[in-house]
């Protein structure tokens, strides 16, 4: 188990928590109350900042209750926190309904996996290894 050092920038922060013993994703909570016009997006602050592991980075995810039934999610797709950002985590999610969402304080917004990344040295050449695949790219196999 890791153990993640997180700091309340504001009072009606809450710690995240996970729905079930083997859950991967933690929920992250708004700390304030905000109406997300639709097809627009908003900035939602957790409260929280987190010192992260070396080598790990949090990645922040949609709640696919929150997606499914009122059409918000982060608005890229998936949030990159990189182990050296220490500020407050916010996620910025997009309305894809019709009817402006309401996102009150306490309201799981998110859902934050902490992974391992790994450093990567790129080395430019002219020729890569020769593969079945090649450059095959999108539908090269059909599917």
Do not use: W
Not at 20 to 44: Q, R, V
Not at 65 to 80: D, F, M, Q, Y
Not at 112 to 119: E, F, K, V
């Amino acid at each position: 188990m890791l153990d993640i050092k997180i700091k309340k920038l504001h009072e009606n922060a809450i710690i995240p928590t996970n729905g079930s013993e083997y859950s991967a994703g933690y929920d992250l909570y708004s700390c304030t109350n905000e109406e997300i016009e639709p097809h627009t997006n908003k900035k939602i602050g957790t409260g929280l900042s987190m010192e992260l592991p070396h080598g790990y980075f949090g990645a922040i995810f949609a709640r696919s209750g929150l997606a499914t039934k009122n059409g918000l999610r982060p608005s890229n797709c998936v949030g990159i926190c990189d182990e050296d950002y220490l500020g407050e985590y916010i996620v910025a999610l997009y309305n894809d309904s019709d009817k402006t969402q309401v996102v009150n304080i306490g309201d799981r917004i998110a859902q934050l996996i902490i992974l391992p990344y790994q450093s990567i040295n790129f080395i430019e050449g002219c020729e890569l290894s020769k593969t079945t695949r090649g450059c095959g790219g999108f539908g090269h196999t059909g599917i």
